[in-house]
């Protein structure tokens, strides 16, 4: 229920631990360790470290493969697609906010360079 093995399968976000290996067989899937090699994971980790939008660090793995997915489908989410993103993370830390500023950044990122 944490979220935090979230994991990217044929574009969308699955929690690994809900998923059966008999599930993922012939899918895609990316985990955390690709973020840097994706074009729009990368600008999500970028700007999760340029605002350390974390304290501990467990939530985020799986938050960054959830907004990774959601800004793949687009880079101006409604605050409703963000709390569909985000509802099934729990982050005890509370790190929040520094996420959610780091959500916005990602996505401004990626806007720019759309229009570039
Ligand atoms: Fe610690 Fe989110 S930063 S649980």
């Not at 360790?33 to 340029?50: I, K, T």
């Amino acid at each position: 229920n944490c979220g935090a093995c979230t994991v990217v399968m044929d574009g969308l976000a699955v929690q690994s631990c809900d998923m059966p290996m008999w599930g993922v067989a012939g899918r895609s899937l990316s985990t955390p360790e690709q973020l840097a090699g994706d074009p729009v994971g990368a600008v999500v980790l970028d700007a999760f470290l340029e605002l350390q939008a974390a304290q501990c660090g467990y939530c985020i793995n799986g938050i960054m493969m959830s907004v990774t997915a959601l800004l793949h489908r687009t880079t101006s989410p409604t605050p409703a697609q963000l709390q569909d993103t985000l509802h099934r993370h729990l982050c005890r830390c509370g790190a929040h906010a520094r996420i959610l500023r780091a959500i916005e950044a990602a996505a401004a990122r990626l806007r720019e360079e759309a229009s570039a």
